[in-house]
């Protein structure tokens, strides 16, 4: 069993920056966490939850087109943690932040249990 855990949200300023952290917990958590494919998901209230970035086991980025050119996501693996990094923060990014947890073939499927960004003058 994995436990995912965020952290990093806030309340910014349009035009701020947060960077969201998320680390595992519970047993091989660590190793299981490194060989897998990591997601960052947001939910708004009243929105459908939608995908913001995926960083691959083997280091390969995705990004939605809402997000790309801002975000950034990346991965210690000494520290056993994924980060994403957002800059440029607008209204529109207001939004309960999750991290997802997977690996083809195995089952895996991790939530967190978010963390709330909130981008307000």
């Known amino acids: 069993q994995v436990q995912l855990v965020e952290s990093g949200g806030g309340l910014v300023q349009p035009g701020g920056s947060l960077r969201l952290s998320c680390a595992p917990s519970?047993?091989?958590?660590?190793?299981?966490?490194?060989?897998?494919?990591i997601d960052w998901y947001r939910q708004a209230p009243g929105k459908q939850r939608e995908l913001v970035a995926t960083l691959t086991s083997g280091g390969g980025m995705n990004y939605a087109e809402f997000v790309a050119g801002r975000f950034t996501i990346s991965r210690d693996n000494d520290k056993n943690t994924v980060f994403l990094q957002m800059d440029s923060l607008k209204p529109e990014d207001t939004a309960a932040y999750f991290c997802?947890?997977?690996?083809?073939?195995?089952?895996?499927?991790?939530w967190g249990e978010g963390t709330q960004v909130t981008v307000s003058s």
């Open positions: 519970g047993t091989a958590s660590g190793y299981i966490f490194r060989i897998s494919d």
């Open positions: 997802h947890l997977t690996r083809r073939g195995t089952g895996w499927d991790y």
